[in-house]
Antibody, heavy 123, light 106 residues
């Protein structure tokens, strides 16, 4: 069974960084891309970026202006998302999701999703 | 940047057909996916490649995409279908989500 399990909730002060992990089970981790998506309270889904675990190729949303870094550790079957220079507007649930096909293509979907990690930015 | 627009809310009576639309420039030339999200839960994929259902998704969920509009149709809507629904497409190598539609089953 394909499953993504994320790290636990975090509380960070403004200006700090947060690192969220996403451990994959039930499939060949290096064969697919992993996406990161966030959702502020009561708001829409916002795509942050993806990494292809196999070749390390990446793409980030322009909305994060270099504040986000996505990495992976193939030996640990785990992807990571680091977000820097946190503000209160970064308070959100952060999700990882697997790409639906082995190659990143424009007919792909995100499936399945992790359980989400709540990041609260507060002084 | 590419944008997808959804109506904020749709209401439907149990047993009736719900239609949720997603609009974007020449969206019919792209592939649309749809996700269902219930309160406090992660999104799940209900339609991919415009009109395909993943394993385990009921047949009452269907999709279409033409021109500037993709549509998610739920036939014989049930109370358990009450949720937020998001469309998604690709803009070259980036992913775009619509703003979401809250489906209320009255």
């Amino acid at each position: 069974q394909v499953q993504l399990v994320q790290s636990g909730a975090e509380v960070k002060p403004p200006g700090a960084s947060v690192n969220v992990s996403c451990k994959a089970f039930g499939y060949t981790f290096s064969s697919y891309a992993v996406h990161w998506v966030r959702q502020a309270p009561g708001q829409r889904l916002e795509w942050m970026g993806w990494i292809h675990v196999g070749d390390g190729g990446k793409k980030y949303s322009e909305n994060f202006r270099g504040r986000v870094t996505i990495t992976r550790d193939t030996s640990a079957n785990t992807a990571y998302m680091e977000l820097n220079s946190l503000t209160s507007e970064d308070t959100a649930v952060y999700y990882c999701a697997r790409d639906s096909q082995r190659q990143v293509r424009s007919d792909n979907s995100l499936d399945p999703w992790g359980q989400g990690t709540l990041v609260t930015v507060s002084s | 940047s590419y944008e997808l627009t959804q109506s904020p809310s749709v209401s439907v009576s149990p047993g009736q057909t719900a239609s949720i639309t997603c609009s974007g420039d020449k969206l019919g030339n792209k592939y649309a996916s749809w996700y269902q999200q219930k309160p406090g839960q992660s999104p799940i994929l209900v339609i991919y490649q415009d009109n395909k259902r993943p394993s385990g998704i009921p047949e009452r969920f269907s999709g279409s995409n033409s021109g500037n509009t993709a549509t998610l149709t739920i036939s014989g809507t049930q109370a358990i279908d009450e949720a937020d629904y998001y469309c998604q497409a690709w803009d070259i190598t980036t992913v775009v989500f619509g703003g979401g539609t809250k489906l209320t089953v009255l």
